[in-house]
């Protein structure tokens, strides 16, 4: 059935109006994309988030389920979504998920410190000393230059480990 032009709509504005049967469920499916993610939280975390009291108490239902009883749960809390606000409930993830991508990022600077040490990487040690004035400098350099002894001679990482390390414990005391 065609709908019919009302109102002195134009064939533009009529199709503007159109949200195609696609769209919306790929909408719904990012709901319960969202609402898989809300099920993985914690009941304290789960508290904090700007949820209603119906869907905190089907999102804590749906830990206890497995299996297919888990997949109705999660169709169900898809539904309960559409009248959440949903933008609100991601920033509130993202709020507990950005400690997490910060440790991970920290975790990646120290590797890439560490490799570029080893590899000889010319100002990097400048740079680390300039950035942690408290650096012990013989120590640093010990550890470089038994890290580069270990990898030329294959043996295990022993120093390179221990650099890693030291690193990381100078990032944390920076913090």
Do not use: C
């Not at 499916?29 to 099920?39: F, I, N, T």
């Not at 998920?97 to 080893?118: A, M, N, S």
């Not at 680390?128 to 990898?151: G, H, S, T, V, W």
């Amino acid at each position: 059935m065609i709908p019919t032009n009302d109102n002195n709509m134009t064939d533009e504005d009529f199709e503007d109006e159109i949200i195609s049967k696609t769209q919306i469920k790929r909408e719904l499916q990012a709901l319960r994309d969202l609402g898989k993610e809300l099920v993985e939280l914690t009941p304290t975390q789960l508290e904090k988030m700007p949820i209603s009291e119906d869907l905190l108490s089907n999102l804590l239902d749906a830990k206890r389920f497995t299996k297919k009883a888990l997949k109705r749960q999660l169709q169900h809390i898809g539904v309960i979504m559409r009248d959440e606000d949903a933008e609100a409930i991601r920033k509130a993830l993202d709020r507990i998920y950005k400690p997490q991508r910060e440790e991970v990022k920290v975790f990646h600077e120290t590797e890439k410190w560490r490799d570029g040490l080893i590899a000889g990487e010319e100002g990097l040690l400048n740079d680390i000393i300039e950035k942690f004035p408290a650096i012990d400098r013989q120590y640093i350099n010990q550890l470089i230059r038994n890290a580069k002894k270990e990898k030329q001679k294959n043996k295990p990482p022993k120093s390179s480990r221990a650099l890693f390390q030291y690193l990381q414990e100078l990032q944390t005391e920076k913090e």
